[in-house]
T-cell receptor, first 114, second 116 residues
Framework: GNSVTQMEGPVTLSEEAFLTINCTYT??????LFWYVQYPGEGLQLLLK?????DKGSNKGFEATYRKETTSFHLEKGSVQVSDSAVYFC?????????????FGKGTMLLVSP | EAQVTQNPRYLITVTGKKLTVTCSQN?????MSWYRQDPGLGLRQIYY???????DKGDVPEGYKVSRKEKRNFPLILESPSPNQTSLYFC???????????????FGPGTRLTVL
């Protein structure tokens, strides 16, 4: 079956530090890959996505590259801010009769201190 | 404003007392889904619906029911809640995809349910 594994948190960083959150996946077929972010007390928002191998998704200074050879989609940001404190979910999507069902990782909490 | 709404946002109830969590979207999306979020387990899909009167089980459907009588609404029903259903619940919706193009799922704000 399909699964997503991401590093456990919390990840604690100081402002302006470099961020990496690792994500690997197992899937049949050719999934699309996503990072969702959940700010405290809110629902999930799509942060970025990549739909095929070697694609790079980017948004708000975050980047992730779809690596088919290593089945990975690691999230990176060069300089984190306090406002980036949130829970980050890696997810994959396989098309199912025209609809994209999501399989999520367990989430990684990021805490950024001033 | 395009959005997914859920009610109530917070609910404390007792074992065995039937409850319904409502979900509504104003984006004319075909696909709707319910997830539960638990510490250390991430989000797991409970049920989903591809269109009106079409529903199917997700990964953890036991103890839940859903209905899709109208396109915009997708209520989650707990006929006899138990403490192990204490969780944070999210509703999501998305339009139908074409080919391999992924359409973003839009999430509601969540409903925190406590079953005593």
């Amino acid at each position: 079956g399909n699964s997503v594994t991401q590093m456990e948190g919390p990840v604690t960083l100081s402002e302006e530090a470099f961020l990496t959150i690792n994500c690997t996946y197992t899937a049949t077929g050719y999934p699309s890959l996503f990072w969702y972010v959940q700010y405290p007390g809110e629902g999930l928002q799509l942060l970025l996505k990549a739909t095929k191998a070697d694609d790079k998704g980017s948004n708000k200074g975050f980047e992730a590259t779809y690596r088919k050879e290593t089945t990975s989609f690691h999230l990176e940001k060069g300089s984190v801010q306090v406002s980036d404190s949130a829970v980050y979910f890696c997810a994959l999507s396989i098309s199912n009769s025209g609809y994209s069902t999501l399989t999520f990782g367990k989430g990684t909490m990021l805490l950024v201190s001033p | 404003e395009a959005q997914v709404t859920q009610n109530p946002r917070y609910l404390i109830t007792v074992t065995g007392k039937k409850l319904t969590v409502t979900c509504s979207q104003n984006m004319n999306h075909e696909y709707m889904s319910w997830y539960r979020q638990d510490p250390g387990l991430g989000l797991r899909q409970i049920y989903y619906s591809m269109n009106v009167e079409v529903t199917d089980k997700g990964d953890v459907p036991e103890g839940y029911k859903v209905s899709r009588k109208e396109k915009r609404n997708f209520p989650l029903i707990l006929e006899s809640p138990s403490p192990n259903q204490t969780s944070l619940y999210f509703c999501a919706s998305s339009p139908r995809s074409t080919g391999r193009t992924y359409n973003e799922q839009f999430f509601g704000p969540g409903t925190r349910l406590t079953v005593l």
